[in-house]
Every structure is written in C-alpha cells, then in structure tokens.
C-alpha cells in the first residue's frame, strides 16, 4: 500500500468532516483508501472517483449508485472492472466506453470470465 494513503489514516477522526474528507480526495482520489467509511459517503466517494476513476475500487457495493460509477467512467472507463454488476447499465457503459473505447470490452470479459 503506498505510503500517502496510510498518511489520511493518522488524522484524527474527531477532525474528520465530510466536506474535509471531500477536499482530500480531490486532491488524489485513491485517497479514498484511507477514509473511514463512515466518511465515505456518496458525496466523498463521488469526489474521489472524479479525480480518479480507479478508485471505485475503494467503493464498497453498497455504496455505488449509477451516479458515483458513471462519474468514474468518464475519468477512466478502465475501472469498469469495479463496477457492481447491478450498476452495470447502458449509461456506465456508455460512458465507459467514450473514455475507453475498445480497452473497455477486454476488460469487461476479463471481469466477467475470470
């Protein structure tokens, strides 16, 4: 795990505020791997996978709604792979593939044959 992620764990959750949580995975969305979760909240994780559509990946299910995986995959169609299968509908998909094009279909079959 890289270092700058384990950096967001040190701060004090008494400090923590949903709108704080927001400014730091803006700055670097796979800072959202060092949020609590009960600060990662539709507002925070939308944020980070904004910035950074990989980190749908620290997005547990029942978090992603097709708003939060769309905003992912038009920063990075490739975090498709993250995707819940229920929030893989015709928008996700579109989306993913005006970033990712044809990368996108191999991913998905890796995803889904693997």
Same mark, same amino acid.
């Not at 400014?23 to 796979?30: D, E, H, P, R, T």
């Not at 708003?67 to 995707?83: D, L, W």
């Given at each position: !795990? %890289?270092? *700058? #992620? +384990? %950096? &967001?764990? *040190?701060?004090?959750?008494?400090? =923590?505020? +949903? %709108?704080?949580?927001?400014?730091?995975?803006?700055?670097?969305? !796979? =800072? =959202?791997?060092?949020? /609590?979760?009960?600060?990662?909240? /539709?507002? $925070?994780?939308?944020?980070?996978?904004?910035?950074?559509? !990989?980190?749908? #990946?620290? &997005?547990?299910?029942? #978090?992603?709604? $097709? @708003?939060?995986?769309?905003?992912?995959? !038009?920063? #990075?169609?490739?975090?498709?792979?993250?995707?819940?299968?229920?929030?893989?509908?015709? @928008?996700?998909? +579109?989306?993913?593939?005006?970033?990712?094009?044809?990368?996108? =279909?191999?991913?998905y079959v890796q995803s889904?044959?693997?």
């Amino acid at each position: !795990m %890289d270092t *700058y #992620n +384990e %950096d &967001v764990r *040190y701060i004090p959750t008494d400090y =923590l505020t +949903e %709108d704080r949580c927001v400014a730091i995975v803006s700055q670097s969305g !796979m =800072l =959202l791997d060092g949020i /609590p979760q009960p600060f990662k909240t /539709p507002k $925070v994780c939308k944020a980070a996978v904004s910035n950074n559509g !990989m980190a749908l #990946n620290f &997005v547990i299910p029942a #978090n992603q709604s $097709v @708003e939060i995986c769309k905003a992912a995959m !038009m920063q #990075n169609g490739m975090a498709f792979k993250f995707v819940h299968p229920k929030f893989r509908t015709d @928008e996700v998909c +579109e989306a993913a593939l005006s970033t990712s094009g044809i990368d996108i =279909l191999k991913t998905y079959v890796q995803s889904v044959w693997v």
